[in-house]
């Protein structure tokens, strides 16, 4: 998958006008990766099948407000950035957005496309960085997983290599003693001294190990 930021964003408009519509996806289609919903349950349907980066919504529609929409969509998709059309008389409808839809920004009607685009633009890059973090946050709790499973498997094959090493080692260390104790030969008595002190370091690289294992 290529950077976020390498292709255009996506835009979920939402207007119960056609001709509103229309005009919004002929003004940022260049820009944006548009797409338009002509009621507040169609928006939601397309919310269901696709990560959106900004949706933006008229208040005054039909069946399901500005206001409702942006709510559901701040429940289910808080990662996508929620904007609302209002008319400047309705500053009650902004404010009540900013409580329960907790939306970015606003736009007055009739909108001015320039200051649309910077706002847009300002949300996608917040957008971005959201997404970007989550990716980063993700990976970081995969790796702490994979190091604490690394470690719990080190951990199971150090005990077994040293429970494998002291039962031998131990019936090895008793021979060399019944050995020395009863021959008497120099040359046999050099060969069982150096059994003798390479069983004694295996002994203690066991007990070491052993001790690791249990820290």
């Known amino acids: 998958m290529g950077n976020i930021e390498d292709a255009k964003s996506d835009i979920l408009f939402v207007d119960d006008f056609e001709s509103n519509l229309i005009l919004f996806e002929a003004n940022f289609y260049q820009d944006f990766n548009v797409t338009i919903a002509n009621s507040g349950i169609k928006a939601l349907e397309l919310l269901n099948q696709k990560n959106y980066a900004v949706i933006i919504s008229d208040q005054r529609m039909p069946e399901m407000s500005g206001i409702e929409l942006l709510e559901i969509a701040k429940a289910k998709y808080p990662d996508t ?73 080190k951990t199971r094959y150090l005990y077994n290599i040293t429970n494998e090493i002291r039962s031998p080692v131990k019936k090895i260390m008793n021979a060399v003693h019944m050995l020395k104790d009863r021959i008497g030969s120099n040359d046999l008595g050099d060969l069982l001294f150096y059994l003798d002190s390479a069983v004694s370091r295996l002994e203690s690289f066991s007990s070491a190990a052993n001790q690791l294992v249990r820290l």
């Open 81 to 153: 950035l929620r904007f609302i059309i209002t008319a400047y008389s309705d500053y009650e409808i902004v404010v009540d957005a900013i409580n329960k839809g907790e939306i970015y920004g606003f736009f007055n009607k009739p909108y001015e496309r320039q200051a649309v685009m910077v706002s847009l633009t300002r949300a996608i890059e917040v957008y971005n960085l959201r997404i970007s973090n989550k990716r980063m946050f993700d990976m970081i709790e995969k790796t702490n997983r994979e190091l604490r499973d690394f470690d719990r498997s």
